[in-house]
């Protein structure tokens, strides 16, 4: 098999598995059915959240042991499990827990190790092009699948129905992964690490200690503004009068064709100084939220630049990850770097809940436009630093 084929199989696994994390944007509108609220939902994610820490922390433990391909396959099979609880829950109680915290141990095996195996394919010179490309298959999923619900209730289908679907996607990924182990070792690259994955305090102070640090800071921001801004759409988009489809269609729209082009991109002579530009936008796509007043075209400029800014600038800022990290930490950089981006996925929409439902919609959006300016300009000052020290 030869390796554009491996790769483009591993993509598609990726991207089968990845429509589970757009299925929690519509989370909101399920437990609508059981009369719960934003709170609960975050409480649900906070869960999640808690799984999700404790997978990406031993994930590298358990890839030790069982393999990093056979270790991805688990993650499908654990999510389809999850998505099938969801798709019959009647209320808060057990199995709501139980789904919450099978979704963060799948989520969180998938997000971490996909791509360190990525690493182990490319080179550093085409290392930012496999990620926008990653990026590229993940976004797909991510957005595609609130839009794919709504198509299917437009249908006579209901919400729970696109669960059921996803959850047959997922087995289809974790089989994918399963059929790609030998593949991917014949393909790897001799000169990427391939060090014990097992993440460790010891670890975490090195990586701090390096100029890894800044990118799994600055991931942890990116990834509270995401969840802040897609998490609650659909209450976003139901205060409005507007339909949460159209927006999840021009964003990951926007985002795939973003990727695409920016696929070809070797990072440049500032890669950072791209990041900032790109996060601006983002900001600026934030703002723009608090001034929709139910106006449809500015509801889709919010799209236009939040995946402008955050779809553009993530697998730069995944690649730079990589790049900044010690040769020989490189697995558990990326994997902290997955930590810091899940406190921020599966973490913030608990903050994000309360501050809904005690405070109202324009209070969350002013607090995701602070974050989206701090981490723009953490990338504008990393840049002007980079350019002193070459001077």
């Not at 998505?83 to 139980?98: E, K, N, Q, T």
Request: proline share 3%; charged share 10%; aromatic share 14%.
């Amino acid at each position: 098999m030869s390796k554009p084929y491996v790769l483009a199989l591993f993509f598609l696994a990726v991207f089968l598995q990845s429509g589970t994390y757009g299925l929690t944007f519509l989370l909101p509108e399920l437990f609508a059915e059981f009369q719960a609220n934003e709170k609960d939902v975050g409480a649900s994610l906070l869960i999640t959240a808690i799984v999700t820490l404790l997978t990406v922390y031993y994930s590298g433990h358990l890839s030790d042991w069982l393999g990093r391909m056979t270790t991805l396959g688990m993650s499908g099979f654990s999510i389809a499990l999850a998505l099938g609880l969801y798709s019959v829950v009647d209320g808060i109680g057990p199995m709501l827990a139980v789904a919450s915290a099978l979704i963060g141990f799948g989520w969180g095996l998938m997000y971490t190790l996909a791509p360190v195996v990525i690493t182990r394919l490319s080179g550093a010179e085409n290392r930012v092009q496999a990620f926008s490309l990653y990026a590229v298959f993940l976004m797909a999923g991510f957005g595609l699948s609130p839009v794919f619900a709504s198509w299917l209730s437009a249908w006579g289908f209901n919400i729970r129905d696109a669960f059921r679907v996803v959850a047959v996607c997922c087995v289809i990924s974790g089989s994918l992964f399963l059929f790609l182990k030998r593949p991917i070792e014949r393909h790897a690259l001799t000169e990427a690490s391939d060090a014990r994955s097992r993440l460790s305090l010891a670890a975490v102070v090195a990586i701090f200690r390096s100029p890894g640090w800044l990118p799994v800071v600055m991931v942890f921001l990116g990834a509270s503004v995401f969840a802040g801004v897609n998490n609650f759409q659909t209450s976003i988009a139901k205060a409005e009068g507007l339909d949460y489809a159209d927006y999840f269609l021009v964003y990951t729209l926007t985002t795939i064709a973003c990727r695409i082009a920016f696929a070809g991109f070797k990072g440049g002579k500032s890669p950072y100084r791209v990041i900032a530009l790109l996060q601006y936008v983002m900001f600026a796509g934030v703002l723009l939220f608090l001034f929709i007043g139910g106006n449809q075209w500015i509801y889709m400029a919010c799209a236009i630049f939040f995946g402008i800014g955050y779809g553009a600038s993530y697998p730069i800022l995944v690649a730079m990850a990589a790049n900044d990290a010690d040769s020989d930490l490189l697995p558990q950089t990326l994997q902290l770097f997955a930590l810091t981006y899940f406190i921020g996925i599966f973490g913030f929409p608990y903050v994000a809940g309360w501050l809904i439902v005690d405070f109202g919609i324009q209070a969350l959006l002013a607090c995701v436009a602070i974050l989206a300016a701090i981490e723009a300009t953490m990338a504008l000052i990393r840049s002007r630093n980079v350019a002193i020290a070459e001077a």
